[in-house]
């Protein structure tokens, strides 16, 4: 079982999260702030998404989570990350929350898989664009929601193959 986790304001994080595990399969969807960072500790492989506020800020549940997050030790997992953003409205900060976490996640041993392009971003900076690439799947549905489904079918089968 790979699980999904996320957390989300206004909801996108959590539809992108249900749809990620129907295509993944074998899958189950929690909310980290629900159940608590420890459960991220039970699982050698898992997934985790949120959407990025303020400018270029953690989401708020997040943002509560986040010291004890940081204490985790994610050596020896392997982990996907996916992040919920608006790169139109805020394009200097796009998916920022993506790059954070996926920061903390390396510096605490985690090997993160996952990493995602297509030609159809418009955005200017994020901390989660490294090498050309982004850390994660960034996800758009303020602009794109129409590339939504066919971005997380390609994703998940780049993922599938990594974990
Ligand atoms: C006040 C506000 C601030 C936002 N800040 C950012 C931002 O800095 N970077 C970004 O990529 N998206 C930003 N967004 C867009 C949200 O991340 C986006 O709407 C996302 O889909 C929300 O997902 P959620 O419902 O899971 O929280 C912001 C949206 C609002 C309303």
Same mark, same amino acid.
């Given at each position: 079982m790979i699980p999904v986790f996320f957390t989300s304001s206004t909801g996108n994080s959590e539809t992108a999260a249900k749809k990620i595990a129907t295509v993944i399969?074998?899958?189950?969807?929690?909310?980290?702030?629900?159940?608590?960072? !420890?459960?991220?500790? %039970?699982?050698?492989?898992?997934?985790?998404?949120?959407? #990025?506020?303020?400018?270029?800020? @953690?989401? $708020?549940?997040?943002? !509560?989570?986040?010291? %004890?997050?940081?204490?985790?030790?994610?050596?020896?997992? #392997?982990?996907?990350?996916?992040? @919920?953003? $608006?790169?139109?409205g805020y394009s200097y900060n796009y998916?920022?929350?993506?790059?954070?976490?996926?920061?903390?996640?390396?510096?605490?041993?985690?090997n993160v898989v996952g990493s995602y392009f297509d030609g159809d971003y418009e955005f200017e900076e994020s901390i989660a664009f490294k090498d050309g690439k982004f850390v994660g799947l960034p996800l758009d549905e303020d602009n794109q929601s129409d590339l939504t489904d066919s971005r997380i079918k390609s994703w998940c089968e780049e993922i599938k193959d990594s974990f």
């Open positions: 399969g074998n899958s189950q969807v929690f909310d980290l702030a629900k159940v608590g960072v !420890e459960e991220l500790t %039970k699982y050698d492989k898992l997934i985790i998404g949120t959407s #990025t506020w303020g400018e270029g800020e @953690l989401q $708020d549940d997040f943002e !509560e989570l986040w010291d %004890k997050f940081a204490d985790i030790d994610f050596s020896g997992k #392997t982990i996907a990350l996916f992040g @919920l953003g $608006d790169q139109d998916c920022d929350a993506m790059g954070l976490i996926y920061n903390q996640v390396v510096q605490n041993g985690g």
